[in-house]
C-alpha cells in the first residue's frame, strides 16, 4: 500500500508539472494573436511550477534508501527549484509591476536566476566521478569548447544580433546574453557529469535533467523574437519545462533506488567536433560573409577542431607505441610460457611434451632416429638416505653432463623422477654408441655431493621403425633399459624382437599374478634347517610356490620380482605370513616338543615400509595362536640398509619378542657395520660363499671369518645352500652349528614334513 501511495504521488507530480507546461505554451500561443487583459496570470505559472519541482526534489531527498552523497545532491536541487521560484516572482514583478507589461529583467532578478544556477552547477560537480585519463578531460574540455563556441554563434545570429527593439524594450542584452550563456554552461556541466560520472545517482534522472536544462535554455533563447509582444515571455515555457525535468528526474531516482550505475565505456570517436563544423559551415554560408561573430567563431571553431585532431594523432601515436610495446612483452611472455611448458623446472632440460613434439615431428617426416631412455641406477636409495634436497642437486648433475655428452647432436629430455630420454637424428648405430658410451662415461664421474652418492644409469636404445609411435618407442627402449638394470646396471642395451616377445610374457605372467591369489594358485612348502654335524631337524624355512594353469610352476626369482614391481607382494606376503602360522600353530597343537623350533618365514622390504605391518603381525599371532618364540622373519640387508620405516619395524618385532634373521648377507652393498646397527638373532651367509663358483677359494674365507663375528656377537649363522658331504664337514669344522640345503633335505610338502616329526605324547 505504501508503494502504491508513493507511486501515484509521484505520477501526480508528473502530471501537474506536465500540465503547467501545456498550460504555458497554450498561453504563449495564444498571447501571439491574442492580447490578455490580465498577463499576470501567465506568469503565475511559473513559481507554481517552480515550486512543484522544489517539493518533488525535497521528497527523493529523505528518501532511506538513498546514500548520502545522492540525497545530498536532492537537496541542493531542491534548494535551487525554491531559489527559482523567487526568480520567477521577482521577474514576475518585472515584467508587469511597470504602468506597461515589458520583458525588463530587473537586477535582483538576475541574481536569482544566477543563484539558482549556481547551487545547480555546484551540486553536480560535488558528484562522486568515476576514473578517467587525463586524454579523456583533454577531449572532453576541447568539445565542450566547440559546443560552446558553436552555440553561442548560433545564439548571436538568431537571437540577438540586430534585436535593437528587444534592447531597448529589456533596457540591455545582457540578461539574455546571461541567461543563455548560463544555460549553455549548465548542459556542459551536465554532460561533464554525464561523462565523469554521478556516484549512485541514476543516469535516466541525470538525462531528464539535462535535456530540461538543454530546452530551458533553447526556449529561454528565444525571448528577443517576442518584442512585438511585451505581455509575452518566452518563460512561460522555459522555466516550465526547466522544473518538469527536475520533477521527472526526481521521480525515476525514486523509483531506481539507491543502485550504482555502472560506469558507460567513452568512445574515443566523437562526432561532435565534426557536427559543429558541418553546423558552423552551413551557418557562414548562410549568412554569407557580413556576420563577423560567425567568421571569428568558424575561426575559432576550426582552430579547436585542429587542437583535437593533433591532440588525437599524439594520443594515437603514444596508444601505438603502447600497444607495440604490450606485444612485445605479450610474444616475450609467449616464448616464456612455451619453454616453461616444454622444458622442466629444475633440471631446464626438455620434459615429456618436448620429447612428444619432438618425436611426432620426426614421424611425421619419416626421419631417421634413435630413442634412449636412461635410468639412474640407486637414485631412490640417495633418496632414502640424503634427502630429495641431494636427489634434486644430483638430477641436476646428470641433466648438466647429459647435455655436454649430446651436444647439438641430440635432444635431451627428463621424462619425471629419474627416467631421462635421448632423441639423436640422421646418425649411424656405431655412433649412438659412441655417444651413449660418452654418457655413460661422464655419468661415472662423482657428482661431489656426498659421500656414496653416484650417478651411474642403465640405457636402454631403440631405432625408429615405420609405423612406430612415441609409445611404441618408449615402450621398448623401456624394455631395453631394464635388461641393462638386469645385467648389473651402468651400460647401454640395445632392444631386439626377443626382447620384445620377453616383456610381453612377463606382461602377461604380472597381469596373471594380480588375480593368482584370489585363484588360490599359490602354496606353500617348508626346506629343512637341521644342526651340524647330526643332522637333527632345528627348523624349517617357509617357501612359496606358484603353480600357473598354464605355464606350471613359475620360478619365485621370476614372480617374486613381478609381485614386488607391482605391488601385490603385500599382499602375498600377508598370506603367507597367515598361513605359515597357522601351519606352525597346528603342528605345535598336533606334535608339541617335536615341532619344528624355527618357523623361517620371509618377509619383504615393501611388507616392512606398510605403515601398519607390526600391527598386522600382532594380529596374525592372536588369530592363529602360533608361539612367536618359535617364528624366525628373515628381511633382506637391501630392506634395513638406511635408516627408515623398515628398520623401525625390524627394531619394534624384536621388542615384542620376535626373532629376526638377517637374509642373504653379504651379497648387497652390506659391510659388516651392518650387525652393528640391525637388531637381528639369526644371520643367513648365502649359497653363493657356502657352495656357489667362490666357495673353495675367497668365499671359504669369507665364511670362515663370518662365523668368528657372529659368535662375538652372540648371532646365530645358518648355511645355506649345502648340498654336499664335504661342505657340511667344512662348516661343522669352521664353527657352524646350523645348515640348510638340498644335502638336508629340498622344500617338501606340509605332510612330507609332519613325516618325520614324532606324535605329540598322549596325556
Excluded at 531527498?61 to 540525497?71: I, K, W
Aim: net charge neutral; proline share 4%; charged share 20%.
Amino acid at each position: 500500500m505504501e508503494q502504491a501511495r508513493l507511486r501515484l504521488h509521484r505520477n501526480a507530480l508528473g502530471v501537474a508539472g506536465s500540465a503547467l507546461v501545456l498550460a504555458g505554451a497554450a498561453w504563449l500561443a495564444v498571447g501571439l494573436v491574442h492580447e490578455w487583459a490580465y498577463p499576470i496570470l501567465g506568469w503565475l505559472l511559473l513559481p507554481v511550477s517552480a515550486g512543484v519541482a522544489s517539493y518533488a526534489a525535497w521528497g527523493v531527498s529523505r528518501s532511506a534508501v538513498l546514500d548520502p552523497g545522492t540525497r545530498r545532491f536532492w537537496r541542493h536541487m531542491a534548494l535551487a527549484s525554491a531559489l527559482y521560484v523567487g526568480g520567477t516572482i521577482s521577474n514576475t514583478v518585472d515584467a508587469v509591476g511597470g504602468p506597461e507589461p515589458s520583458q525588463r529583467v530587473g537586477t535582483l532578478t538576475m541574481s536569482w536566476y544566477l543563484a539558482t544556477m549556481g547551487v545547480v552547477i555546484w551540486a553536480l560537480l560535488r558528484l562522486p566521478a568515476w576514473q578517467r585519463t587525463r586524454g579523456d578531460w583533454v577531449r572532453f574540455l576541447l568539445d565542450s569548447c566547440v559546443v560552446l563556441v558553436a552555440g553561442a554563434a548560433f545564439v548571436w545570429q538568431f537571437s540577438i544580433r540586430n534585436h535593437q527593439e528587444w534592447t531597448a524594450e529589456s533596457g540591455s542584452a545582457t540578461a539574455v546574453l546571461v541567461m543563455v550563456s548560463i544555460g549553455l554552461v549548465a548542459v556542459v556541466t551536465l554532460a561533464k557529469v554525464a561523462f565523469a560520472g554521478a556516484g549512485r545517482l541514476d543516469r535516466r534522472a541525470l538525462h531528464l535533467l539535462s535535456a530540461g536544462s538543454a530546452l530551458s535554455a533553447a526556449f529561454g533563447s528565444l525571448s528577443p523574437f517576442l518584442v512585438d509582444h511585451p505581455h509575452l515571455s518566452s518563460s512561460f515555457v522555459a522555466i516550465p519545462v526547466g522544473s518538469l525535468g527536475v520533477t521527472l528526474a526526481a521521480a525515476r531516482q525514486l523509483r531506481s533506488g539507491g543502485r550504482l550505475p555502472a560506469p558507460r565505456r567513452i568512445r574515443r570517436i566523437s562526432v561532435v567536433p565534426y557536427v559543429a563544423v558541418v553546423a558552423m559551415d552551413a551557418l557562414l554560408l548562410w549568412a554569407g560573409g557580413d556576420s563577423t561573430a560567425v567568421r571569428i567563431s568558424t575561426a575559432v571553431l576550426t582552430v579547436l577542431v585542429m587542437l583535437r585532431q593533433v591532440y588525437a594523432l599524439r594520443e594515437n601515436r603514444r596508444l601505438l607505441s603502447t600497444v607495440d610495446t604490450s606485444l612485445n612483452r605479450l610474444r616475450e611472455t609467449q616464448d616464456q610460457l612455451s619453454y616453461q611448458a616444454t622444458h622442466d623446472p629444475l633440471t631446464g632440460v626438455g620434459n615429456r611434451a618436448l620429447f612428444e613434439e619432438t618425436v611426432d615431428v620426426l614421424l611425421a617426416t619419416r626421419a631417421e632416429f634413435h630413442v634412449a631412455l636412461l635410468d639412474m641406477d640407486d637414485f631412490k636409495s640417495v633418496n632414502d638416505r640424503l634427502g630429495h634436497t641431494t636427489g634434486d642437486s644430483l638430477l641436476i648433475v646428470v641433466s648438466r653432463r647429459l647435455r655436454a655428452a649430446v651436444g647439438s647432436e641430440g635432444v635431451v629430455a627428463r621424462l619425471g623422477g629419474d627416467e631421462f630420454t635421448i632423441v639423436l637424428r640422421d646418425v649411424t648405430d656405431h655412433r649412438v654408441d659412441e655417444i651413449l658410451a660418452r654418457v655413460l662415461t661422464g655419468l661415472r664421474e662423482s657428482p661431489r655431493l656426498g659421500p656414496g652418492v653416484r650417478s651411474v644409469a642403465s640405457v636402454g636404445v631403440t631405432t625408429a621403425r615405420a609405423g612406430d609411435t612415441g609409445p611404441d618407442l618408449l615402450r621398448r627402449a623401456d624394455v631395453a633399459m631394464y635388461e641393462a638394470k638386469a645385467r648389473g646396471g651402468d651400460r647401454r642395451h640395445w632392444f631386439d624382437a626377443e626382447m620384445d616377445e620377453q616383456a610381453q610374457r612377463t606382461a602377461r605372467l604380472s597381469a596373471d599374478l594380480l588375480g593368482a591369489l584370489d585363484r588360490d594358485e599359490f602354496f606353500l612348502l617348508y626346506q629343512p634347517i637341521v644342526e651340524l654335524p647330526s643332522g637333527r631337524p632345528a627348523g624349517v624355512e617357509v617357501l612359496l610356490r606358484w603353480r600357473h594353469p598354464e605355464h606350471g610352476l613359475v620360478s619365485p626369482d621370476v614372480f617374486i620380482p613381478l609381485a614386488e614391481r607391482n605391488a601385490r607382494i603385500v599382499e602375498i606376503g600377508r598370506w603367507v605370513l597367515e598361513n605359515a602360522c597357522r601351519q606352525a600353530a597346528e603342528w605345535q597343537r598336533r606334535f608339541g616338543a617335536h615341532a619344528p623350533s624355527k618357523i623361517s618365514i620371509n618377509v619383504s622390504a615393501r611388507q616392512l615400509a606398510e605403515p601398519g605391518f607390526v600391527a598386522e603381525v600382532e594380529q596374525i599371532l592372536a588369530r592363529t595362536g602360533v608361539d612367536r618364540a618359535t617364528l624366525l622373519l628373515e628381511v633382506t640387508e637391501t630392506a634395513v640398509l638406511e635408516a627408515g620405516a623398515p628398520l623401525e619395524a625390524v627394531r619394534e618385532l624384536r621388542e615384542r619378542g620376535l626373532r629376526v634373521a638377517l637374509d642373504d648377507f653379504g651379497t648387497g652393498q652390506s659391510s659388516l657395520s651392518l650387525l652393528l646397527t640391525v637388531p637381528v638373532d639369526v644371520l643367513k651367509v648365502d649359497k653363493s660363499f657356502v657352495s656357489g663358483d667362490a666357495a673353495d677359494h675367497a668365499g671359504a674365507v669369507i665364511v670362515e671369518h663370518l662365523i668368528g663375528f657372529t659368535n662375538g656377537l652372540r648371532i646365530e649363522a645358518v648355511a645355506e645352500g649345502v648340498e654336499t658331504e664335504d661342505q657340511a664337514n667344512r662348516l661343522h669344522a669352521a664353527g657352524y652349528s646350523l645348515a640348510q640345503g638340498y644335502l638336508f633335505g629340498r622344500p617338501a610338502t606340509a605332510a612330507d614334513i609332519e613325516s618325520r616329526m614324532a606324535p605329540a605324547p598322549v596325556s
